[in-house]
């Protein structure tokens, strides 16, 4: 039962570009894949070490300015930029998780909001660098042997593939050894140090990895919208990301990908509905809303609701 | 210093103190403020551990309730600024009582997701309501600045350094000498104890959450009309709010004020000394400065908070 509806889910996904005609829908379907890598990043920290991130937006923009600058002042292909993002972000992560992550709690989040804060104003003064407030238009889109991947649902597979890494990438992570002492330091620091676990080390293993996939996500976004500039660090993106995390069900795999889906084809089922500045109004009472009868998200409810 | 550069050293030296002189006033009348929003949220996050994502939105409501106040209810600029502070408590309780005492006991992650979602939809209510065109906030005061020896300072900024000043000497008072202050200090130490001492948390928190947010809406009617009443507005007051905290270290009464003077001047020496582009990174880099080296804060004696 449970594996012919897994199949069936794989079935719709792979033929998702050949019954989904509509353009808009599959660009809607396409952000909620780089968003559901966004969300499984931020998850690692939030959810599986217990570390809430406010600055994830910093290492998505990190990834999408990385892989642009490559892409048309060096004129590396996506292939290599997107590698190239992830570890920029990632060194990133190492560097935020090494300063903060002595500190850790209120501390950790208020280190990341600054961080994210003075990125993105390097990202609007560094005129040289970034062109500032004007963005870099014309990031390439990227090609598979000679073929041009511009058209939506040949990113969609790209996306898809993307997806399917990610979340088998933290799949083995939280199932592996540094998994377990990600939970063991978020359940209980001393008892896990006490075991031989180092905290300040996993926890910044835990932020590479977490800042490196959302660099990721940041150059699968460069390239399919083709356009980079400092809204990329808009802190609305991180606030979306915990969203998606805690609205989900942070601390299982399930949970921010089924966030990142139902609140990014949300806001646009809304858009439709009501003009926008109605719409975040609706957001944000429907997260208070989601806080007070869904605390714990909604995997981990429906899990404890089908039991 | 032998790195100074030629144009610099062509200038006379009293004009350059005059400079220096000129951008501790303007950081003292930024500070007065950002004071106010620390008080506010250290008290909110020592005695509630809540961290409160919709503060600078308290801000922005004591900028548009000056605004409605003097445009539409028509009333002389002094009543419209207390007028403003106390919206921001009645709100701030209200948002207290309605959002977060359903919420007490559980984790600060649920309690600060709920503040975002506050955040949130208070903004995108004042966009609904106001539009998005910043509006201007009319005073009294001439335009012409008074000048203190070689310090020139509008009358206006003089004003709200001293309306904050006195805010802030009237929080101290009210929490150093009051009862209410007194049970809040027990709160703050050790719930518990208090509770069985016959304090009644729930009154203490409303009232800490009301206080906190009608000095974050001081902040906003001083700075009003100083800058511009704008639905984003908030945004940036939050972050300010933070850094102030932390600074002074979380909890830290005295140190949030301190900060919050020492973040005005910081910024107004970073924007006129290094790029005024990076005005805004001066909290920033303070924040990540201070928790590489002092991370319970500038003035912390001891860890107020585990």
Known sequence: ?307 | MGGVGEERRSLPPTLILDALLQHLVNGLVLGGTYALLGIGLTLIFGLMNLVNFAHGEFYTLGAYATFAALALGGLNFFVAIAAAIAVGAVVGALCERVLLRPLRGESIDTTMLVMIGLWIALQNGELLVWGGVAKSIPHPFPTAPLTLGPVGIAPLRVFVVATALVLIVTAWLLIQRTRLGRAMRATFQDRETAALMGVRIGRIHTATFAFGSALAAAAGALLGPIFLAYPSMGDLASLKAFSVVILGGLGNLAGATLGGLLLGIAEELGAGYVSSGYRDAVGFVIIILVLLFRPSGLFARTERIG
């Open chain 1, 1 to 307: 039962m449970k594996r012919a509806a897994g199949a069936l889910g794989a079935v719709a996904l792979l033929t998702l570009p050949l019954w989904l005609a509509n353009a808009y829908h599959l660009h809607v379907t396409i952000m909620a894949g780089i968003f559901t890598i966004l969300a499984l990043s931020l998850n690692l920290l939030l959810g599986y070490t217990g570390q809430l991130s406010l600055g994830h937006a910093a290492f998505f923009g990190i990834g999408a300015y990385t892989s642009a600058l490559l892409a048309l002042k060096l004129g590396w292909p996506f292939w290599l930029g997107l590698p190239g993002a992830a570890a920029l972000a990632g060194l990133a992560g190492w560097a935020i998780g090494r300063l903060a992550l002595k500190v850790r709690g209120a501390y950790f989040v208020l280190v990341t909001i600054s961080f994210a804060g003075v990125i993105s104003l390097v990202s609007v003064n560094w005129m040289e660098l970034t062109n500032g407030p004007l963005g870099l238009p014309g990031v390439p889109a990227p090609e598979l042997a000679g073929v041009s991947l511009r058209t939506k649902p040949a990113y969609y597979y790209l996306v898809l593939a993307a997806v399917a890494g990610s979340y088998l990438l933290c799949h083995r992570l939280v199932h592996s050894r540094l998994g377990r002492a990600f939970l063991a330091l978020r359940e209980n620091e001393s008892l896990a140090e006490s075991v031989g676990v180092d905290p300040t080390r996993t926890l910044v293993l835990a932020a590479v990895v977490s800042a490196a996939l959302a660099g990721v996500a940041g150059s699968l976004y460069a390239h399919y919208v083709r356009f980079v500039s400092p809204e990329v660090f808009l802190f609305s993106y991180t606030v979306t990301m915990v969203i998606m995390v805690v609205a989900g069900g942070k601390g299982t795999l399930a949970g921010p990908v089924v966030g990142a889906v139902l609140f990014t084809a949300l806001p646009e089922a809304l858009r439709e509905a009501m003009a926008w500045q109605w719409q975040m109004l609706a957001y944000g009472v429907l997260l208070v809303l989601l806080v007070f009868f869904l605390p714990r998200g909604i995997v981990p409810t429906l899990t404890a609701w089908r039991r």
